[in-house]
C-alpha cells in the first residue's frame, strides 16, 4: 500500500472522502516534525508547506511532493532534482484571496488607513487625505492567476491596470502588457504597482532604485510575491526620498522581519505578517488539485499532473 503523508492540519471530513475515494492509499496527517520525522521512512508521497535536506534524509521512498504552496522557492529544490523527485505545487487557487488583500491594499493607501490607527493609538482626531482607487493605474507585475483576478476586479471598481508577464500576451481587463525587461515603464505610469513575482534567478532583487525613482508622484507599492524579489535598501531609501508615498508589504527578505528592520517604525509602511496566501478555507481549495495530480500518480500518467516544477522557470 502506497503511504501518503500530510504535514499540515487536514480537515477530517476532506481526509475521510479522500481515504475512502483512495483505498489503496494509506493516508495519515502529522502536524510535529517530530512525528513527521516516524513517518517519513515509509512515505512515497508527502503533501506539505515545508520540507528540508534533513527531513529528505529520513525519506528513502519518496516519490513525489506535492506542496501545498504557489511558490516553492523556499524548499530544496536541487535535492529533489539530484533524487529525481516529483514536485507539484498548488499554484492556481489563492487568486480569490490574493486578489482581495490586494485590493485592500490599495483602498487602505487611498484612504490613509494606516494613519488613521496611527492616530487612533495616540488618541487624536485628525483627518488624513482621502483619495478614490477609480481612475488610477495599477501595475501588476506577474500576470498568472492571481494578477488576472486582480485585473479583473480592480477593473471593476473603474481602474485601469497594466502589467508585467514573462510571456507578454493578451490579458483580459489588462490595457498593456510588456515584457520583464520593460518592467521601468509599468512603474513610471502606474499609481499602484502591486508585485506578484515569483522568486527565480531573473526576479532576484529585479525592483530597485530604478524602478521605484520612475514612479509618479503620491504613487504607492505593494509587495505580495516575494520579498526577495525587491532591493530594500532602495526600497527605503525611496521612502525616505519621498520618490514612494507608502509600501503594504506582506513578504520581506528575512521573515520573521528582524525587530531591528526600519520598516517596524517607517509611518508609510504598513507591515504584513505574509498573510497573503492564507485562508480558513485554504484545504478546500487546494483539494481539487491534490485528487487531480493523485488520480494521475495512480494511474501512471505524470505527464497529466498539475504545475509540476519546472527548473529552467524557477516555479
Known amino acids: 500500500m502506497i503511504e501518503l503523508v500530510f504535514y499540515h492540519s487536514v480537515p477530517q471530513d ?8 483512495y483505498p489503496t492509499v494509506h493516508m495519515q496527517q502529522c502536524q510535529s516534525r517530530q512525528a513527521l520525522q516516524e513517518i517519513l521512512p515509509r512515505a512515497e508521497i508527502l503533501i506539505t508547506f515545508q520540507c528540508d535536506p534533513d527531513l529528505l534524509e529520513l525519506a528513502p521512498r519518496l516519490q513525489w511532493v506535492q506542496a501545498l504552496s504557489t511558490g516553492v522557492d523556499a524548499l530544496p529544490l536541487d535535492h529533489f532534482q539530484k533524487r529525481n523527485i516529483l514536485l507539484t505545487s ?23 488607513v494606516h494613519l488613521i490607527l496611527k492616530n487612533q493609538t495616540l488618541q487624536t482626531w485628525r483627518q ?4 478614490e482607487i477609480a481612475g488610477k493605474t495599477v501595475g501588476i507585475l506577474g500576470l498568472g492567476s492571481i494578477g488576472r483576478e486582480v485585473a479583473r476586479k480592480a477593473s471593476f471598481l473603474g481602474m485601469q491596470a497594466i502589467g508585467v508577464k514573462n510571456r507578454p500576451e493578451t490579458v483580459d481587463n489588462v490595457s498593456q502588457v510588456l515584457a520583464l525587461e520593460d ?7 502606474s499609481d499602484y504597482v502591486i508585485n506578484l513575482l515569483p522568486l ?9 532604485s530604478r524602478q521605484f525613482d520612475c514612479m509618479p508622484e503620491e504613487a504607492c507599492f505593494i509587495n505580495l510575491g516575494r520579498g526577495g524579489s525587491v532591493d530594500e535598501k532602495a526600497l527605503i531609501q525611496a521612502l525616505h526620498s519621498g520618490s514612494l508615498r507608502a509600501v503594504v508589504s506582506d513578504v520581506f527578505a528575512h521573515e520573521p522581519l528582524p525587530a531591528d528592520s526600519p520598516f517596524w517604525n517607517m ?4 507591515v504584513l505578517p505574509h498573510i497573503g496566501g492564507l485562508s480558513v478555507h485554504y484545504m478546500h481549495k487546494a483539494l481539487p488539485v491534490i485528487r487531480h495530480n493523485l488520480q494521475a500518480y495512480l494511474e501512471g500518467r505524470l505527464e497529466d499532473m498539475k504545475n509540476v516544477y519546472q527548473p529552467e522557470r524557477g516555479y
Open 14 to 21: 476532506l481526509l475521510h472522502d479522500l481515504q475512502r475515494d
Open 90 to 112: 498548488t499554484r492556481g487557487i489563492h487568486a480569490g484571496h490574493m486578489s482581495e488583500l490586494a485590493l485592500m491594499a490599495m483602498l487602505m493607501l487611498a484612504r490613509n
Open 128 to 131: 488624513p487625505p482621502q483619495d
Open 183 to 189: 518592467m521601468d515603464k509599468v512603474f513610471a505610469r
Open 200 to 208: 527565480t534567478e531573473k526576479t532576484r532583487q529585479c525592483i530597485g
Open 267 to 270: 509611518d508609510n509602511v504598513i
